[in-house]
């Protein structure tokens, strides 16, 4: 379609980022402005983890998911965008409304000579709604129960029925997740906006608190020389966790950008930067009402619930070899080649 297989057989190629402001439109302002949307976007892949626990044979399936899902950030997030940019002009009439016949995705289509792309994006929307949904009450519920069990919140979140079900913090979930939705009729959409702002700071405040958990705990592997028990190593460590924690609070301070230009915007200014004072106290109160201590990497408790307890050397080394294997063997043919598509597609 950008070498003209468009509906004016017009070459378009890349003068969409040579016209008036483009590719920056608004300077650094307006590039830094859109990282909270770009992170509300995006939010979610690091739960991954959380399914580790309610995964059968997770040494297996996590590896593939994680693969998976690298590839489809590429393909379907950071291709489409590119495809978008590309073909898109910034200054398209009423692209900056809410009616989908107006979306940039809908354009690409209309480009192409569709006659049902508005339909076609409605459609889209409401299948990744529903999956943003069930993503978010799963994650969230877990978390919750998580962070009763471990006594970080009221215990009666920790609260399952006889199916290990943790109904307490999934209702909680759901209520949030409803009054959430409410919102968007509240203030002409205003306090949707400010709750995607909150969310987006808070991705960013997970990833920064992702990497740096990820450098104590390899410093705590290292220091206790238990690097030979890891299946899997991050190949980007250590550089990868620094980039994530640098580049995650560089985008947080630079992200409000918009709410100092042209004119300070109080209100703006809270729904942006209202997480860091929020997240500092409650870190700071913790520590003081629990007295608790930085944990040296060399005291660190690495032992506990470790797959390797009671086992002989022999019987370590073939657990990990069986580990590293796991997610290269499986199924063959193709009734497992189109099972492995259709998962990579939907799952």
């Known amino acids: 379609m950008n070498c003209g297989g468009n509906s004016t057989g017009e070459y378009i190629g890349a003068k969409n980022w040579y016209i008036g402001d483009a590719p920056f439109v608004g300077g650094i302002g307006g590039f830094a402005s859109v990282f909270v949307t770009a992170s509300f976007a995006y939010g979610g892949t690091e739960s991954i983890a959380i399914t580790a626990g309610e995964t059968k044979n997770p040494s297996q399936t996590l590896p593939r998911v994680v693969r998976n899902v690298f590839w489809r950030i590429l393909t379907f997030y950071i291709l489409s965008i590119l495809i978008i940019g590309l ?72 609260k399952v029925n006889r199916n290990h079900v943790p ?36 991705n960013f405040l997970s990833w920064i608190a992702i990497g740096y958990s990820s450098i104590r705990f390899r410093s705590g592997i290292k220091a206790q020389g238990l690097e030979h028990l890891l299946p899997f190593k991050n190949w980007a460590y250590p550089y ?80 990990l070899m069986a580990a590293k294997m796991a997610q290269w063997t499986g199924e063959k043919g193709w009734k497992a080649k189109a099972k492995y598509i259709a998962q990579w597609l939907f799952a």
């Not at 910034?90 to 569709?114: E, Q, R």
């Not at 949030?176 to 808070?202: D, E, K, M, P, R």
């Not at 106290?281 to 660190?300: A, I, Q």
């Open 87 to 158: 073909n898109v002009p910034y200054n398209y009439d009423g692209l900056s409304t809410k009616d989908s016949h107006t979306s940039p995705f809908t354009i690409v289509f209309m480009m192409a000579g569709s006659k049902v792309a508005g339909s076609f994006i409605n459609a889209v929307v409401m299948t990744s709604v529903i999956s943003a949904g069930n993503h978010a009450l799963f994650a969230g519920s877990r978390l919750m129960y998580s962070l009763g069990t471990n006594g970080h919140a009221p215990k009666f979140f920790a």
């Open 167 to 202: 109904w307490v913090a999934v209702l909680l979930t759901a209520s949030i997740s409803g009054l959430c939705f409410g919102a968007s009729y509240i203030g002409a959409g205003q306090l949707w906006t400010w709750l995607q702002n909150l969310i987006g700071v808070s």
């Open 240 to 319: 990868g966790p620094i980039c994530s924690v640098g580049l995650s609070s560089f985008l947080v301070l630079v992200q409000g950008w918009s709410c100092f230009s042209p004119s300070f915007k109080a209100v703006d200014f809270v729904s942006f930067y209202i997480e860091l004072p929020v997240m500092l106290v409650m870190f700071v109160g913790w520590k003081f009402l629990k007295r608790t201590k930085w944990v040296k990497p060399e005291d660190m408790d690495l032992v506990t619930d470790r797959f390797d307890q009671g086992m002989t050397t022999e019987e370590r080394e073939e657990a």
